[in-house]
């Protein structure tokens, strides 16, 4: 009997995410309503059928974060019957224990807040849908990626995966991030969707928006940040190929309202998916300074 590609990925994935279960005693499932988490839900669904899922999700809330994102995100875990914890940036804030700069988005705060989760609820897994092929700094990941006490990644301190054997020895106050499509690309992610037939928020279509220009990225106008006088908004019809916090999130314009629309359209894309994020254009280490500092 012959595999396609895509059981082959979705059989390594199911692989991963049972091994955190059978080595770690509170893993947690992060979950941030977007396509790779939709289909990293799938698959522990699929992994644990029938018994279901035995740990919780955990969505680290920026505050600005899409409505549409949180709207999909409860309807989604209402579906699976998993317990939803969130950990608010916002909160942070409000309590002086994060302070947000001006004009900066709040992704820097979303470590602060991932590892405060982590410690408060004593995890010592973090399953995550971070693929290689997102950034340069993803493509030194492991399948376990080991995080100290102070939950920083260490790239030249990741253990060896020969034959797919994972090392998850810790110590008191450490843990691993774990990753279990790391080897899919963000083609077979929503060829995997076409074919299971999933649902993912209606922001990842072809639809019309208020936006708006700032340096080459497209961006949406909900009134989060303040325009310069040169920046005029827009009704403009994208969608989006990330979904994460608002002020960093860029658009791209497209007229691909179907799942086949979006796949012939990736087939001749020539930017990653991530070229269109505010957040990663500060510098060319702005994801592995994120990553060292306990960013997913």
């Given at each position: 009997m012959s595999f396609s590609y895509l059981q082959e990925l979705e059989s390594e994935a199911i692989y991963v995410i049972r091994e955190v279960t059978a080595q770690f005693k509170r893993p947690v499932l992060l979950f941030s309503g977007g396509k790779d988490s939709t289909?990293?839900?799938?698959?522990a669904?699929?992994?644990f059928s029938p018994w279901g899922i035995p740990f919780p999700f955990?969505?680290?809330?920026?505050?600005h974060n899409f409505k549409e994102t949180i709207e999909f995100r409860d309807a989604?875990?209402?579906?699976?019957?998993?317990?939803?914890?969130v950990?608010?940036?916002q909160d942070l804030i409000n309590t002086g224990v994060a302070e947000e700069a001006l004009d900066s988005s709040r992704n820097s705060l979303q470590s602060i807040a991932l590892k405060?989760?982590?410690?408060?609820?004593?995890?010592d897994a973090a399953i995550g849908g971070g693929r290689r092929d997102e950034e340069k700094a993803r493509a030194k990941e492991r399948f376990f990626s080991h995080r100290d006490v102070g939950g920083g990644w260490q790239p030249n301190n990741q253990r060896p995966e020969i034959w797919n054997l994972f090392n998850g020895r810790i110590k008191d106050g450490e843990h691993f991030r774990a990753f279990p499509i790391s080897n899919w690309t963000e083609l077979d992610v929503w060829r995997y969707i076409q074919e299971e037939r999933?649902?993912?928020?209606?922001?990842?279509?072809?639809?019309?928006?208020?936006?708006?220009?700032?340096?080459?990225?497209?961006?949406?106008d909900e009134g989060i940040l303040d325009k310069q006088t040169s920046e005029e908004s827009k009704i403009m019809t994208v969608r989006f190929r990330t979904v994460g916090d608002i002020t960093c999130t860029g658009a791209v314009c497209s007229k691909a309202n179907t799942i086949?629309?979006?796949?012939?359209?990736?087939e001749v894309a020539k930017q990653s998916e991530r070229g269109s994020r505010v957040d990663d254009k500060l510098s060319t280490s702005a994801m592995e300074d994120r990553k060292r500092a306990g960013y997913f």
């Amino acid at each position: 009997m012959s595999f396609s590609y895509l059981q082959e990925l979705e059989s390594e994935a199911i692989y991963v995410i049972r091994e955190v279960t059978a080595q770690f005693k509170r893993p947690v499932l992060l979950f941030s309503g977007g396509k790779d988490s939709t289909v990293l839900a799938h698959l522990a669904k699929k992994a644990f059928s029938p018994w279901g899922i035995p740990f919780p999700f955990l969505h680290i809330d920026t505050g600005h974060n899409f409505k549409e994102t949180i709207e999909f995100r409860d309807a989604l875990i209402g579906n699976l019957g998993v317990e939803l914890l969130v950990g608010s940036v916002q909160d942070l804030i409000n309590t002086g224990v994060a302070e947000e700069a001006l004009d900066s988005s709040r992704n820097s705060l979303q470590s602060i807040a991932l590892k405060r989760a982590i410690a408060d609820n004593t995890f010592d897994a973090a399953i995550g849908g971070g693929r290689r092929d997102e950034e340069k700094a993803r493509a030194k990941e492991r399948f376990f990626s080991h995080r100290d006490v102070g939950g920083g990644w260490q790239p030249n301190n990741q253990r060896p995966e020969i034959w797919n054997l994972f090392n998850g020895r810790i110590k008191d106050g450490e843990h691993f991030r774990a990753f279990p499509i790391s080897n899919w690309t963000e083609l077979d992610v929503w060829r995997y969707i076409q074919e299971e037939r999933l649902v993912v928020p209606e922001l990842y279509f072809a639809h019309n928006r208020k936006c708006f220009s700032r340096n080459g990225v497209i961006l949406a106008d909900e009134g989060i940040l303040d325009k310069q006088t040169s920046e005029e908004s827009k009704i403009m019809t994208v969608r989006f190929r990330t979904v994460g916090d608002i002020t960093c999130t860029g658009a791209v314009c497209s007229k691909a309202n179907t799942i086949q629309e979006i796949i012939a359209e990736l087939e001749v894309a020539k930017q990653s998916e991530r070229g269109s994020r505010v957040d990663d254009k500060l510098s060319t280490s702005a994801m592995e300074d994120r990553k060292r500092a306990g960013y997913f």
